[in-house]
């Protein structure tokens, strides 16, 4: 079975654009996580989505959204990037709760993203 | 305020040496304790999960251990080789998951 994939690898953008990062979880999954890890630092939750629904959500600016598509897939947006939203976005997907009611996450490879 | 802190920040252990990580963290209302391994440029692998009324739980040559009374956590490596050179994050479940930065291990021969 495919693990959680994400996509692009790798993004370099300049400050004021737009970007979105794709997430697909592993198949059965409904639940999926958004993260944000800066270099050196753990990662820091930005949004939990179930059954299409956000649950969660993290304490980052307006500038962040997401949504969960029928097939719960799941897109982070990330508007008038600054230099300081470079970092590795990771996505996570689980059963149901991510992860608050002890079920594993299982984590993407994550996408690099370089604000310029 | 919800937190993880974890120590060392960094460990440099000899192959076959094991080692002890730390990890105290703040959270309330508490659900669970997790011990990832990350490698450099990867997404977190979970090693081992603990509610609130477990002690211990292994995973090969990992060895997690959780006090819920003193909110600490720690995890034991076995026998280390050099795959196991990677970041360790403890994170702990509330209504978040909250993860702490991580302890960098690298194992030389």
């Known amino acids: 079975d495919a693990g959680v994939t994400q996509s692009p690898t790798h993004l370099i953008k300049t400050r004021g654009q737009h970007v979105t990062l794709r997430c697909s979880p592993i198949?059965?999954?409904?639940?999926v996580s958004w993260y944000q890890q800066v270099l050196g630092q753990g990662p820091q939750f930005i949004f939990q989505?179930?059954?299409?629904?956000?649950?969660g959500r993290g304490n980052f600016p307006d500038r962040f959204s997401a949504r969960q598509f029928p097939n719960y897939s799941s897109e982070l947006n990330v508007n008038a990037l600054l230099l300081g939203d470079s970092a590795l976005y990771l996505c996570?997907?689980?059963?149901?709760?991510?992860?608050?009611?002890?079920?594993?996450?299982?984590f993407g490879p994550g996408t690099r993203l370089l604000v310029l | 305020k919800n937190q993880v802190e974890q120590s060392p920040q960094s460990l440099i252990i000899l192959e076959g040496k094991n080692c002890t990580l730390q990890c105290n963290y703040t959270v309330s209302p508490f659900s669970n304790l997790r011990w990832y391994k990350q490698d450099t440029g990867r997404g977190p692998v979970s090693l081992t999960i603990m509610t609130f009324s477990e002690n211990t739980k292994s995973n090969g040559r990992y060895t997690a251990t959780l006090d819920a009374d003193t909110k600490q956590s720690s995890l034991h490596i076995t026998a280390s080789q050099l795959s196991d050179s990677a970041s360790y994050i403890c994170?702990?479940?509330?209504?978040?998951?909250?993860f702490g930065k991580g302890t960098t291990l690298s194992v030389s021969s």
């Open positions: 989505y179930y059954e299409k629904e956000e649950r």
């Open positions: 994170v702990a479940a509330g209504t978040a998951l909250i």
């Open positions: 996570a997907s689980s059963f149901y709760s991510g992860g608050l009611l002890g079920e594993t996450q299982y």
């Open positions: 198949s059965g999954h409904k639940s």
